[in-house]
């Protein structure tokens, strides 16, 4: 059973079996099609809901790979950075131009969007060390970074947790650079551990 609105009308078409082998369109109740305009207008209306339904499928199947995820760096992916860079030591602090268990510098947390403690706020003295020392924070400034840097660094065709620990470590603009090996070689030890999960 169809439902159709034509002519500013709803139908409701039945499909009725009335002898072996043949069926009649009718409409409920107790109506029928009488001349070639109404059948017209039926047909053009249930044409128009077929059009309609292959408009959205299309849509729904539609590359959307080129947005941008909210959070584009997985948990697990999160970890393996922030164990190739510091160990994940919750104690380290800032040394040098970096700070924090992912060794971000100003310039990174900047471009990052400058996310800052509750309270806090990204023009404060101190914001930059409080985030980037923070865990949390500093896990939200890795995935703003990702968000305006990612790219497909190796030239896979994908871009996953080897492109994001590229991007980490040389930056948005050098990632298609060699990656220090001993920085690599802990990513690809941590991603091997985490094989089957997603990276």
Not at 25 to 35: G, K, N, T, Y
Not at 40 to 67: E, F, R, W, Y
Not at 168 to 181: D, I, Q, S
Request: proline residues 5%.
């Amino acid at each position: 059973q169809v439902i159709v609105h034509a002519n500013n009308l709803f139908w409701t078409l039945n499909t009725q079996q009335h002898t072996p082998g043949t069926k009649q369109l009718a409409i409920s109740p107790d109506r029928s099609v009488r001349d070639d305009r109404t059948r017209m207008n039926l047909k053009t209306s249930v044409c128009c809901a077929g059009i309609l339904v292959a408009l959205i499928a299309s849509l729904v199947n539609a590359d959307v790979s080129h947005l941008v995820q909210e959070n584009p760096v997985t948990e697990v992916c999160l970890r393996c950075i922030c164990d190739a860079s510091s160990g994940c030591d919750p104690t380290v602090r800032c040394s040098g131009e970096s700070c924090g268990m992912f060794r971000i510098t100003w310039a990174y947390w900047a471009d990052a969007g400058k996310p800052v403690l509750p309270g806090d706020a990204p023009e404060a003295q101190g914001a930059y060390a409080n985030c980037a020392n923070d865990p949390q924070c500093a896990a939200s400034t890795v995935q703003g970074y990702m968000r305006k840097f990612g790219q497909d660094c190796n030239g896979d065709g994908i871009i996953d947790c080897l492109d994001h620990a590229a991007i980490h470590k040389l930056g948005g603009y050098g990632c298609k650079n060699a990656v220090p090996l001993a920085y690599q070689g802990k990513i690809d030890q941590c991603i091997h551990h985490a094989a089957g999960t997603q990276l």
